[in-house]
């Protein structure tokens, strides 16, 4: 049962005006004096007030729409777990609404609450990291919310995912263990995932007595970028022999680089992704990569969030997918 959320009454009652003031300040705040206004959004940002864009007689009601928030549309992992996630929404009657915030917190929040304006049933969420008042409205929604790509991280509900660490840590093991000494580290976006990663595959070097050295950038990942990252690397630590990617999109960008400079992988250089993107299976040599789940985790992230709707106890509340290291051929 879905909590009763604050309304404009509530709103009022707090602040002690009418129903209409508070109406008025959230179409037209100029039309409300400025000691007023403070108070009225402060009593707004407290009560975690959702504006309802559904008729007033199904605020309490099934909407049968599941929310789902994305922070790309570009990688094809997010499109993979969608894939998944639909597949089990459509089978069960409901209707995916899709909302896309680019990894900004702000932006998120804001999806967020137009989201819940139309009373979703449930919520599905790609980030571990929200705002206060994402948080705050997510409590007062009182829904369901599983947070996908992550089995390690504290959620709010319940999380299907990996362990993003242990994967990094794993597969930069494995090229040690290969005999790579000088390996690097490329990220792009420098979200918490890839942040996380980065600590793994830290770990890994230090494990194994070795320096640990990362080259980085704020920009979106794509293959271009890829291929920017490691003439930075080369150009940074020329005792380079290998490199991690925080995905295959910066791998394969990578590799590019190479062929156009006349390196052989892995003899010259050797390079490992993640995610193991279909491109980076079927590519000459093929792509060494953390193999992830992400149409399972789209699946069962959907079946656990439609059994915790029906009113079903769900456990593990944390359910670890596993992943599975590939060495292709470029390692």
Known sequence: ??????????????????????????????????????KIAAALEELGYIPNRAPDMLSNSTSRAIGVLLPSLTNQVFAEVL??????????????????????????????ESMLSWNIDGLILTERMHTPRA?????????PVVELMDSVSPCLDIAVGFDNF??????????????YRHVAYLGARLDERTIIKQQGYEQAM??????PRSVMTMNASSYSAGAELLCKARLEYPELDSIFCTNDDLAIGAVFECQRQGLR?????????????????????????????????GRLGAERLLARIRGEEVLPKKLDLGFTLSSGGSV
């Open 1 to 38: 049962m879905k909590k009763k959320r604050p309304v404009l009454q509530d709103v009022a009652d707090r602040v002690g005006v009418t129903k209409m003031t508070v109406s008025r300040f959230l179409r037209t705040p100029d039309m409300v004096s400025a000691t007023v206004g403070v």
């Open 83 to 112: 894939r998944g996630i639909e597949d089990i929404v459509d089978a069960n009657g409901y209707q995916t609404i899709l909302a896309h915030f680019g990894y900004k917190p702000d932006r998120e929040e804001e999806r967020l």
């Open 135 to 143: 948080l705050k409205m997510i409590e007062v929604a009182g829904i």
């Open 166 to 179: 242990e994967a990094a840590r794993q597969m930069t093991a494995a090229m040690i263990t290969r005999g």
């Open 206 to 211: 230090h494990d194994a007595g070795l320096k």
């Open 265 to 297: 992988i892995p003899q010259d250089i050797a390079i490992a992704g993640f995610h193991g993107h279909d491109i980076g299976q079927v590519m000459e040599p093929r792509l060494a990569s953390v193999i992830t789940p992400r149409e399972q985790m």
